[in-house]
């Protein structure tokens, strides 16, 4: 076998301007769809634990295909299928600035509504994690179920969804390689045209596995920081904690100063 | 113990009251009229009704039969050709602003603060501006003896202390009535006296209370009535004095007889 170091050094340390616009890609879409989906999955979520039944069928069919079928599959049928099928095609667009390809667009829809599904089950599991005298005591009070829920229910509830937020996120990561079968030039796409034209299949991958390697450990660290903020106990007690570490805990909208 | 003026305005007006879990009735019509200033305490054995009653009073639970008036407002329901059918949420909203409730486990909110938790209700339902809410509720936690705590968590609080900031909460809506679900059956003995006194303080300041409470002796020192449940029905409902000393059911007289026995 002949590794070629130079090679490898030269590709992780001074990547070209097509690994530089595969990585932006694939961070920017991650951050799109996550953000997309997990706003989705919210309004999921409420259908889900809603009493009318009008909303919580169609909510719990759209997250039984979502999860039933492979991602993959979702991807090409979206952009592909659909347009075979001659009943959307995806269009670039100009958005002034920049031009969205449409597989771009396609892509992001895609992995929005597969994260959907997954984030409306945590963010259901957070709301019903609350207890349900917060919601009897908001409502003595006058509050109506927009109100109780943005300040009451859901602020408890991301304590429960912050962990696995953050895993799905780790996830998406990953999962946008899955692109690069609708020719998204992402940082897999992108290592797939530069072997292409250099051969150097061995030391390329090794490139771009590190890559994905070091977006995922410095999300590791952001989402460290997150769970210390979010996800501590709810039972621990605050003389375990301390006054200070349960501000931190519990910092939504404060007034004055913590004594 | 104060006495209330017979012709003092109708605070609460429930008529035939009935209430069903599944196959279960719990409420078997219920006819209670409490004016205004009067001190109601409810006692019965677990499983009598009378905390099931009480929540229907401010529509946490939905009624069968019946109907339920607090301040001339018609709960829960509106009345469209003689038949009720349930009220919209913004107008059963409403009508909660007007009845305050303290719970059994206090049910503040963990990511508030005591003065925050005062507040919520005040700005976000009444529209009351922030600096006007933050001085009423300052006044408030004063008055349950917490104004040094206003910025604890409720993590952070004894039981007594998280009742007595509950307390405060629900006075901050400026409620026309008070129910009180067994506000002291949760806490630590040692911290029950605490509650009961800003529970006295408010009666002897002629707030309408109905309690659901066994703490014979605040019933003794504060209650103008004394109700006794018993499987859905109001089976007794005498002043204190004669409650005590020579209640008119069976049940009643046993009834005490376990509870002044084991309090003893």
Redesign the interface.
Known sequence: MIFDWSFFWHYLLRPSSVYLNGLWLTLSISVIAQGLGTLLGLFLALARVSRSRLLQVPARVFIWGMRGTPLLVQIIFIYTGLAAANIFRFEDINLGFVTLPGNIQAGILALSLNEAAYMAEIIRAGITSVDVGQTEAAKSLGMTYPLYMRRIILPQAARVVIPPLGNEFNGMLKNTTLLSVIGVPELLLATQMVTSATFRVFELYLVVACYYLTLTTLWGLVQQRLEQRFGEPANASPTEIGSAGFRRLFRFGQLGDPR | MKSVSAIAPIIVAAQKVEKQFGRLQVLKGIDLTVRKGEVVVIVGASGSGKTTFIRCL?H?EKIEKGRIEVNGHLIGYREKNGILIEDS??NI??Q??E???V?Q?F???????A??NII??PV???KIPRQEA?RVGRALLARVGLAEK????P??LSGGQQQRV?IA??LA?RPALMLFDEPTSALDPEMIGEVLDVMKELAREGMTMIVVSHEMGFAREVANRMLMMHDGRIIEDAPPERFFTAPVHERTQTFLSRVIGKSA
Do not use: D, K, W
């Open positions: 401010n946490l949420e913004r909203a409403r909660r602003c009845i305050g409730m719970f486990r049910n503040l909110f963990p990511h508030l603060t003065l925050e919520e209700a976000h339902v009444r933050l206003e910025n604890s968590y993590a952070q509950a909460r629900a809506m």
